[in-house]
């Protein structure tokens, strides 16, 4: 079939209270991608990305890298890794190779499915919506069956290939997999207090759930879930913020003792009280990766610019002592993957922003033991003049002040052996985990000094 490059996409934004308003236009031609307000939406609700688009009606183009040719805040809606993986699957389907589609088609067919409040019309023809309730347990295995399945021949299967039961559940997966990272997952809605019953539409009263499944292919295998939710306490434990969580019992055929479910926190759940009704609200969602341009593929950012950038943006020194809390928790608890998609902020309908919940927190050390956010220019062990320097950027009066929250920190990080025992996580994984662990603390023992 004949396939046509979207030219043009309006955005919208929903607010919090379900709203939606015109945000600009998105076009492109052979110069790029260029981006354009409407006046009344600056005037009433500010600037989308405040550090790289200016808050004017000017055209105004995007670079080329390292967003897909997109600018920054319109790069965040994108699909990454798994999400991208089911884009190309239903384009391939359509006869259309990966290689003919371009970052403003991907945004099409996110369309109003994506995280955050951005959403963009008109939606791709191809997009595969279904608004029917789906089966938690089917919707996991099938997502570990495509995880598991090699990329070529996941990819060379064809729609015939697929029964109707099949078809529906990949639906649902495109539908909600447009939430970045390259681990099997969905984004779904449920009832409160239901945890097999879900559906990709919502319904009154339902709650937005992002659900991780698990792979015998990712390092931890089986309890990835059950180790991110022992991260997840420690960063409770730490006052380091982490969204809202829960485990969800997996099928036995899955291979895992449960799943991760984390309710997502740019959305805010349409309300029925006393016969008035709210439809269901987004807040606005900005990566540091979009917002200062920093390629979340190669080590580009350092806490020092994450924390200026916090607490420009947030107008707030709590904001960069949040982020320091956050950026010691990651040093001590081999949290290396912590890459500039890893970093998020909120910005409410009046404009101010705050930093998102600390997400995707778990045990991922890099090979080298390298972090991907560098501290002070150092991807491992920081000295300790280059942590001091931090805590002042950070807003600290004094490294006292700063190595409280360090030793609070490392207290947390300490309960990891008890917590993962409670989890039932194997005795092997733990004690690797913990080996690990102790390592960390050795190699910053200046910070305690």
Request: net charge negative; proline share 5%; aromatic share 8%.
């Given at each position: ?9 309006a955005v919208t934004?929903t ?11 998105l ?7 260029f981006?354009q307000?409407?006046?009344r ?19 105004q ?33 359509k006869?259309?190779?990966p290689n003919?589609?371009?970052a403003?088609?991907?945004?099409a ?13 008109p939606?791709?023809?191809?997009s595969?919506?279904t608004?029917a ?21 996941y ?8 029964d109707?039961?099949s078809?529906?559940?990949l ?28 559906r ?7 709650e ?6 698990t ?6 295998g ?16 730490a006052?380091c913020?982490?969204?809202v ?6 099928p ?7 799943w ?28 540091a ?8 593929r ?5 806490y020092?610019?994450l924390?200026?950038?916090?607490r ?15 950026a010691?928790?990651?040093l ?13 902020f909120l910005?409410?309908?009046d ?6 919940p600390?997400y ?11 972090h ?15 942590m ?10 004094c ?17 990891f052996t008890?917590l ?5 996580i ?5 004690s ?10 050795q190699?910053n ?5």
């Amino acid at each position: 079939m004949s396939f046509k490059p979207i030219q043009k996409l309006a955005v919208t934004r929903t607010l919090s209270s379900g709203e939606q308003v015109a945000v600009g236009v998105l076009a492109q031609n052979r110069q790029g991608v260029f981006f354009q307000y409407v006046d009344r939406y600056l005037q009433q609700f500010g600037n989308l990305s405040p550090l790289t688009l200016q808050a004017n009606v000017q055209l105004q183009a995007a670079p080329k890298e390292p967003h897909q040719g997109l600018h920054g805040v319109f790069g965040d809606c994108l699909p990454d890794g798994w999400g991208m993986l089911l884009q190309d699957r239903i384009f391939r389907q359509k006869g259309i190779l990966p290689n003919q589609i371009t970052a403003m088609d991907r945004l099409a067919f996110v369309g109003n499915q994506g995280m955050g409040a951005l959403s963009f019309s008109p939606v791709s023809e191809f997009s595969a919506t279904t608004n029917a309730d789906i089966d938690l347990d089917s919707l996991g295995l099938e997502a570990q069956t495509l995880f598991d399945a090699s990329m070529s021949d996941y990819l060379d299967r064809q729609q015939d290939d697929l029964d109707g039961h099949s078809q529906q559940v990949l639906a649902a997966l495109v539908a909600g997999g447009s939430s970045g990272g390259a681990r099997p997952k969905a984004q779904i809605f449920m009832p409160v207090g239901e945890t097999k019953q879900c559906r990709t539409a919502a319904q009154p009263n339902d709650e937005a759930w992002l659900i991780k499944f698990t792979s015998k292919n990712l390092a931890l295998g089986h309890e990835e879930g059950l180790c991110e939710a022992v991260y997840l306490q420690m960063a409770e434990h730490a006052k380091c913020q982490p969204p809202v969580w829960q485990l969800i019992e997996a099928p036995h055929t899955s291979g895992a003792p449960a799943w991760l479910a984390l309710k997502r926190f740019d959305y805010v759940a349409e309300q029925t009280n006393l016969g008035s009704k709210s439809r269901a609200g987004r807040l606005h969602m900005h990566s540091a990766c979009g917002l200062l341009d920093a390629d979340f593929r190669t080590p580009s950012l350092d806490y020092i610019d994450l924390i200026k950038a916090s607490r420009q943006l947030c107008k707030s020194p709590a904001a960069g002592q949040l982020q320091f809390r956050r950026a010691i928790f990651n040093l001590l608890s081999s949290n290396q993957d912590d890459h500039s998609k890893n970093w998020a902020f909120l910005q409410a309908d009046d404009g101010q922003w705050n930093p998102a919940p600390f997400y995707d927190v778990t045990y991922s050390p890099h090979p080298f033991n390298e972090h991907a956010t560098a501290f002070g220019g150092y991807g491992k062990a920081p000295p300790l003049k280059v942590m001091q320097k931090l805590a002042t950027s950070a807003g600290y009066g004094c490294w006292q002040d700063a190595k409280q929250v360090i030793e609070e920190v490392a207290e947390a990080i300490g309960q990891f052996t008890y917590l993962a025992q409670q989890q039932g996580i194997r005795k092997t994984t733990v004690s690797a985990i913990a080996k690990t662990l102790d390592q960390r603390k050795q190699e910053n023992a200046a910070l305690f000094l």
